[in-house]
């Protein structure tokens, strides 16, 4: 779910030409991925992931007996603690989505916390539930491109990404940015989308279950979790600990969108469901209660949850590889 956080995209025509799509799924994509049009299709998908997945645009590790949104706020409060988060620290959420992993941690951490997001209406939105929650003077939002953040060095008490940065094209950039506005002495925390030690590229099920994450995620290039690490030291961090958080969900992550296991949260998912809810958005769209386009996005995102679920299953991705790094006090 991270593809429906604001981060930097990859360039529309780079991104069609590394991902296998079929002649009419190109030609809707060419038309819709011009300059012009990029943040038309973020919009769709942004409604449409709110509507069937929450406020909050990711995915989390569960325990038995847990709720999926417990476990999503559980996924939240996790980062607040590594993080050591407490009243009167400032706090940055890289690639924040419309809000609801920041209004989640402020409310459990007493923090004020600034969202960056340089998808406009993610903004506009996050501003509205913002308000609506009663946060709109404790946390702002800010539109920019983490790869080239609005913000002085050694702003934040603490920053973290929930499934963002994976979106970088230039990850050790990225996280320099991001090590630039941290205070020295303190940490950034992360989820990032990874392929596990488990993928192997020379296993074509493998190449086509990543190609298709790709597309329906909108991902340029799943980096390795080693790749990740790697990225960091360059970056100038210093790694405290690490782990694929996937490894301790009692209740696999995937859950949601496999289409054969039935569960409350994941009606829209099973074979029945899907059916119900691709009529339902066909219908709305014929009729003009939804944005033309959202019968195709919807689509899309069938595809990505299928190759999700094979990806979880076969252990070669994983959407919740964790880190917790320090800026060091000084460059020596």
Same mark, same amino acid.
């Given at each position: 779910?991270?593809?429906?956080?604001?981060?930097?995209?990859?360039?529309?025509?780079?991104?069609?030409?590394?991902?296998?799509?079929?002649?009419?799924?190109?030609?809707?994509?060419?038309?819709?991925?011009?300059?012009e049009k990029v943040n038309k299709y973020y919009d769709l998908v942004t409604r449409y992931v709110e509507y069937t997945w929450g406020e909050s645009f990711h995915f989390a590790s569960?325990?038995?007996?847990?709720?999926?949104?417990?476990?999503?706020?559980?996924?939240?409060?996790?980062?607040?603690?590594?993080?050591?988060?407490?009243?009167?620290?400032?706090?940055?959420?890289?690639?924040?989505?419309?809000?609801?992993?920041?209004?989640?941690?402020?409310?459990?951490?007493?923090?004020?916390?600034?969202?960056?997001?340089?998808?406009?209406?993610?903004?506009?939105?996050?501003?509205?539930?913002?308000?609506?929650?009663?946060?709109?003077?404790?946390?702002?939002?800010?539109?920019?491109?983490?790869?080239?953040?609005?913000?002085?060095?050694?702003?934040?008490?603490?920053?973290? $990404?929930?499934?963002?940065?994976?979106?970088?094209?230039?990850?050790?950039?990225?996280?320099?940015?991001?090590?630039?506005?941290?205070?020295?002495?303190?940490?950034?925390? $992360?989820?990032?989308?990874?392929?596990?030690?488990?993928?192997?590229?020379?296993?074509?099920?493998?190449?086509?279950?990543?190609?298709?994450?790709?597309?329906?995620?909108?991902?340029?290039?799943?980096?390795?979790?080693?790749?990740?690490?790697?990225?960091?030291?360059?970056?100038?961090?210093?790694?405290?600990?690490?782990?694929?958080?996937?490894?301790?969900?009692?209740?696999?992550?995937?859950?949601?969108?496999?289409?054969?296991?039935?569960?409350?949260?994941?009606?829209?998912?099973?074979?029945?469901?899907?059916?119900?809810?691709?009529?339902?958005?066909?219908?709305?769209?014929?009729?003009?209660?939804?944005?033309?386009?959202?019968?195709?996005?919807?689509?899309?995102?069938?595809?990505?949850?299928?190759?999700?679920?094979?990806?979880?299953?076969?252990?070669?991705?994983?959407?919740?590889?964790?880190?917790?790094?320090?800026?060091?006090?000084?460059?020596?």
């Amino acid at each position: 779910m991270g593809g429906m956080r604001g981060r930097e995209r990859p360039t529309p025509l780079t991104w069609l030409e590394r991902h296998m799509v079929t002649e009419s799924e190109e030609c809707w994509l060419a038309g819709y991925f011009g300059e012009e049009k990029v943040n038309k299709y973020y919009d769709l998908v942004t409604r449409y992931v709110e509507y069937t997945w929450g406020e909050s645009f990711h995915f989390a590790s569960r325990c038995k007996g847990e709720t999926f949104r417990e476990s999503i706020k559980r996924h939240e409060h996790f980062l607040a603690l590594q993080l050591g988060l407490k009243r009167g620290m400032k706090v940055l959420d890289v690639g924040c989505g419309i809000g609801g992993p920041l209004r989640e941690i402020a409310r459990f951490s007493l923090t004020s916390i600034t969202g960056l997001n340089n998808n406009e209406y993610q903004i506009s939105r996050a501003k509205e539930l913002n308000r609506l929650a009663g946060f709109s003077e404790s946390c702002k939002l800010v539109k920019g491109n983490f790869m080239d953040m609005p913000f002085p060095d050694n702003t934040f008490d603490g920053i973290y $990404a929930i499934e963002a940065t994976s979106y970088a094209t230039d990850l050790v950039a990225c996280y320099k940015e991001i090590c630039r506005v941290l205070k020295p002495g303190q940490c950034f925390a $992360a989820y990032e989308l990874c392929l596990t030690d488990h993928f192997d590229p020379r296993n074509e099920k493998h190449q086509k279950i990543k190609a298709d994450i790709e597309l329906g995620s909108g991902l340029l290039d799943i980096r390795t979790t080693s790749q990740c690490l790697e990225a960091l030291k360059l970056a100038g961090f210093e790694v405290v600990w690490e782990r694929d958080r996937s490894l301790d969900s009692e209740v696999p992550w995937y859950l949601p969108f496999d289409a054969f296991k039935l569960a409350i949260n994941n009606f829209r998912s099973i074979a029945i469901g899907r059916c119900i809810t691709r009529s339902v958005v066909s219908m709305l769209e014929f009729v003009g209660l939804a944005p033309a386009g959202s019968s195709k996005v919807h689509s899309f995102l069938e595809k990505d949850g299928d190759a999700l679920v094979e990806g979880g299953r076969d252990e070669i991705f994983t959407p919740m590889y964790f880190f917790l790094a320090r800026k060091p006090l000084s460059n020596s």
